[in-house]
């Protein structure tokens, strides 16, 4: 069961957090809680500044899983994210382009790299063993590792609509060594969807959302997030975000507060360069890329 989430974008704030409030009273549910985010965002016609660019990390895997839900098997807190693309000089849409979007679970771990485990050089890894050898992954910023399966949860790629929008639902994700809680994700321009995947065009953003520490804090006590002894970096003391709210891909997040494991709805609108090319091979904003484990830095 999943309660209202905040309006994409800080423009739209006001409008969702209405809405949200009286969800929280009267716990609705439902597609309307999405319709209302979406509704709050696509009112707003103000520019954004450029939404920062990060590096890709050492997780990144070239799937493209085409799918709304990229839950699979994994379990915790629902999570739905509601993602939109503008052009951030003409303030428009960016239709029928791609958003990808890649996370650790619960216990800290991504899929294709179960046995790296949750950063700390150890741990068991969920699910069952490789199924053979994976696909080796494109280079990337920060120390990109080779997969050691061929696992594909909390992972997929979405074309956005005419407004700009895709939905992915999926479970909040965990903590690892080394970083706060955060969701990676690219924007692709340019190419379209065929059977063979996204074909033609390019990466214009490469970025990361991020959680407030009070929403952090309320899944720790909660199955299987209290499973997870690994130490949890505070969102202040991350490496990589750039403390600078929505601009630096700090998500807006409504859920019951007596009740978080209904679910959060998290939303974020990108502003972004359709001409550019990010796709986060680069050093992170203020310093050289980072090293790889015992401390990724994804």
């Known amino acids: 069961m999943l309660v209202l989430g905040g309006a994409a974008g800080a423009a739209a ?8 409030h009286a969800d929280d009273r009267a716990a609705a549910t439902g597609g309307g809680a999405l319709d209302a985010v979406k509704a709050a ?43 939109r693309a503008i052009d951030s000089a003409t303030c428009k849409p960016l239709r029928d382009s791609a958003i990808e979007i890649w ?24 699910g069952p063993p490789p199924s053979g050898p994976p696909t080796p992954p494109p280079g990337g910023g920060g120390g990109h590792q080779t997969p050691t399966d061929d696992l594909t949860w909390l992972r997929g790629i979405q074309m956005t609509d005419h407004q700009g929008f895709v939905t992915f639902r999926t479970v909040f994700p965990g903590w690892y060594t080394g970083r706060a809680v955060h969701v990676h994700t690219k924007v692709h321009t340019g190419g379209a969807r065929t059977r063979e995947g996204y074909s033609g065009g390019h990466t214009c953003h490469t970025g990361q959302f991020y959680f407030a520490e009070d929403v952090v804090r309320a899944t720790e006590g909660i199955a299987p997030y209290s499973a997870n002894t690994t130490a949890r970096v505070t969102l202040d003391k991350d490496m990589l975000y750039p403390g600078t709210g929505t601009q630096g891909g700090l998500l807006t997040l409504v859920h019951d507060r007596r009740h978080i494991e209904r679910g959060v709805i998290g ?19 203020g310093g050289p890329a980072p090293t790889a484990p015992p401390s990724p830095t994804a």
Do not use: W
Request: aromatic share 6%.
């Open 103 to 126: 996370h650790c679970d619960a216990s800290g771990v991504y899929s294709g790299y179960t046995q790296t485990g949750n950063g700390g050089g150890g741990g068991t890894p969920p």
């Open 267 to 285: 939303s974020l609108t990108m502003a972004v360069d359709p001409a550019a090319t990010h796709d986060g091979d680069g050093p992170p904003p």
């Open 13 to 20: 704030l006001a409008g969702a957090s209405a809405a949200a």
């Open 41 to 83: 965002a696509s009112a707003s016609g103000a520019c954004m500044r450029l939404t920062t660019e990060q590096i890709e990390g050492p997780y990144y895997i070239d799937h493209e899983l085409f799918r709304k839900d990229v839950t699979e098997d994994r379990t915790g807190i629902p999570l739905v994210l509601v993602l």
